[in-house]
């Protein structure tokens, strides 16, 4: 798929640059249909970007944000995707439908997956996304039998750098309206060259949305 590519100074251009993004684009979805759906990826990188977006005059009250991926560990622990959105947010009135993956219920993790699938709208507005170095996306990591789920929309990895997740399934990726993609330091140059150019050896170059816009510091685009 073709992605648009915008290259930044530094790391703290590039959170600056997509809440931009996010603020336009929540903006034009509450005009066209009274509510922004945002899905959310982990990894340091969205940080800056969520503590920017706290700071901006964003229509609380008609954004809902879902998690893209979490890793199966307690709630607080500092591993959580969701802990770091959290305090990023800070005190933004943010309505977080948050993966359940301390569902213990019966059928399990894979249970509480299809559950969380269950909560998903028939489209994301905007689905932010990050860049491993080993060219993974959300916790769609190299080998994993997760890359081959067609008929789920949410399922659970084997254990990946030191813990299980549950993720967003490539159908659930393509709900998007749009894919915001957010690239900073020098490990993430090989990947981001090869998702450009297409290539689906990596997990990433499987993703496909109607859009996508990839903002990357000159580190990662190597210039
Ligand atoms: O493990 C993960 O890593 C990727 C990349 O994170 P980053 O901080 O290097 O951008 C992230 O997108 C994914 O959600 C996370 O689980």
Do not use: C
């Not at 929540?26 to 700071?55: I, K, N, Y």
């Not at 199966?72 to 802990?83: E, Q, Y």
């Not at 996304?129 to 190299?142: E, I, K, M, Q």
């Not at 813990?163 to 993430?188: E, I, N, S």
């Amino acid at each position: 798929m073709h992605h648009d590519l915008e290259v930044l100074e530094t790391p703290a251009d590039v959170a600056t640059a997509a809440a931009d993004d996010v603020l336009r684009r929540s903006e034009a979805a509450v005009a066209d249909h009274g509510r922004f759906t945002f899905a959310v990826s982990g990894g340091h990188t969205p940080w800056a970007m969520f503590a920017e977006l706290a700071r901006r005059d964003m229509a609380w009250d008609r954004v809902v944000i879902y998690q893209v991926d979490e890793r199966v560990a307690p709630a607080g622990d500092p591993d959580r995707n969701l802990t770091h959105l959290r305090e990023s947010l800070g005190s933004a009135p943010a309505e977080v439908v948050p993966m359940p993956v301390n569902d213990t219920g019966p059928g399990g993790l894979e249970a509480a997956a299809d559950r969380y699938a269950a909560t998903l709208p028939e489209r994301f507005d905007l689905v932010h996304l990050g860049l491993g170095p080993d060219g993974h996306t959300a916790s769609l990591v190299p080998n994993d039998p997760v890359l081959k789920a067609t008929d789920h929309l949410v399922a659970i990895t084997g254990p990946y750098q030191g813990h299980q997740r549950m993720t967003l399934t490539y159908p659930a990726l393509a709900r998007a309206a749009r894919v915001l993609w957010l690239v900073t330091g020098a490990d993430k140059q090989e990947p981001l060259a090869k998702l450009l150019a297409g290539d689906e050896s990596i997990p990433a170059g499987l993703v496909r949305a109607q859009a996508s816009l990839v903002l990357a510091d000159r580190q990662a685009a190597g210039r």
